[in-house]
């Protein structure tokens, strides 16, 4: 993460609920430093456990390229690959129906133990939840158009997982929630 990264997240403010959350992180470094900064941001007393199963959706051979770059490289082999939906995988790398199978037993955990979780991890990662919530396929574009920086709230209980509320922002203008005694 860049220092403008570091201003941009110092300056988010999460929903109150967020507060009373239990908070778990990948373990990749970029999440951990934006799980720090939240905290120190929110005064939040509680520990930021660590997850390995929220880390990104690995890219294989092309993590680091751009989709556009991708699609300029691969030509209509991209676009072959990229219909495959759930199934898309890059040389070496997992699929998104890899990373629901990697997160579903976590997700149990959740549901089982009834506790709200604030979970800080990956686009690839999030829209893996996404599709499992809403039964989306990837093979064309999802219902709800997912913002970055934004929090993204499922629901979990014995019946499943389910999409909540969208795109909550993470804006600078809203009061600080005040963290517990």
Sequence with gaps: MNDEGRAIVGGWTLPESAMS???VTSPLQRCQETASILRHRH?????IG???RLVEMSFGEWEGRT?????SIHGPAMAELEGSGLDF????GESPREVQTRLTPWLEEIANAGDDVLAITHKGVIRALYSLASGWD????????LADGAVQMFAIDGGGLRTGRLNIALRSDVPLARAPA
Excluded: N, S
Aim: charged share 40%; no cysteine.
């Design 138 to 145: 990837m093979r064309t574009k999802p219902k709800d158009r």
């Design 50 to 52: 660590v997850e390995t």
């Design 89 to 92: 995988r890059a040389p070496g």
């Design 21 to 23: 959350a239990r908070w």
């Design 67 to 71: 989709l556009q770059e991708l699609r």
């Design 43 to 47: 005064r939040f007393a509680g520990t």
